[in-house]
T-cell receptor
Framework: DGGITQSPKYLFRKEGQNVTLSCEQN?????MYWYRQDPGQGLRLIYY???????QKGDIAEGYSVSREKKESFPLTVTSAQKNPTAFYLC??????????FGQGTRLTVV | EDKVVQSPLSLVVHEGDTVTLNCSYE??????LLWYKQEKKAPTFLFML????IEKKSGRLSSILDKKELFSILNITATQTGDSAVYLC????????????FGSGTKLNVKP
């Protein structure tokens, strides 16, 4: 079955550490997105990528980095520069403006 | 500045009530508007709207888009406690469908 897989489901990070969240899709979608969601809030766009080896910043890119070396994969690194990283992170992919498919999310907590 | 605005931010109703959720947008090169329901984790797809004035229905839910006035509504009739969720509106836009923005969501609480 096609879909998007995010891992891990839960992640704990110590202050000052970088962590990488995985997002893999086998839907052959061109565009992939990373969103951050805080309690009671909507989804805010961190980064998006339309094609391999190309990505653009969203509204809240500071403290995050991404790569798109393969069409199937769009990992997000939360760097130590992100001062408030505790949140729920969602990865999505779309195919030419059709409905997005979402992963199940990663809940990141700073300890 | 591109934006998607939803209202109200939260809503409390009783079972059997009808609710209307609003989504307005200001984007360049609009492509489509989508509605999602988010209960605990990943949002689940409800509707995608691309043409004005054509209502989409699924059971007790329906939605319509007005591309002239730049808004969409999501109606839920005969609400049930299982409808309690955050309802998200998203807009795809840009020259190559490359932007996909969400509104802040409407939190719906349906009381028995």
């Amino acid at each position: 079955d096609g879909g998007i897989t995010q891992s891990p489901k839960y992640l704990f990070r110590k202050e000052g550490q970088n962590v990488t969240l995985s997002c893999e899709q086998n839907l052959n979608h061109d565009a992939m997105y990373w969103y951050r969601q805080d309690p009671g809030q909507g989804l805010r766009l961190i980064y998006y990528s339309q094609i391999v080896n190309d990505f653009q910043k969203g509204d809240i890119a500071e403290g995050y980095s991404v790569s798109r070396e393969k069409k199937e994969s769009f990992p997000l690194t939360v760097t130590s520069a992100q001062k408030n990283p505790t949140a729920f992170y969602l990865c999505a992919s779309t195919d030419r403006g059709r409905g997005a498919f979402f992963g199940q999310g990663t809940r990141l907590t700073v300890v | 500045e591109d934006k998607v605005v939803q209202s109200p931010l939260s809503l409390v109703v009783h079972e059997g009530d009808t609710v209307t959720l609003n989504c307005s947008y200001e984007v360049t090169n609009f492509r489509s508007l989508l509605w999602y329901k988010q209960e605990k984790k990943a949002p689940t797809f409800l509707f995608m709207l691309t043409s004005s004035g054509i209502e989409k229905k699924s059971g007790r839910l329906s939605s319509i888009l007005d591309k002239k006035e730049l808004f969409s509504i999501l109606n839920i009739t005969a609400t049930q406690t299982g409808d309690s969720a955050v309802y998200l509106c998203a807009v795809t836009f840009g020259d190559n469908f490359n932007k996909f923005y969400f509104g802040s969501g409407t939190k719906l609480n349906v009381k028995p």
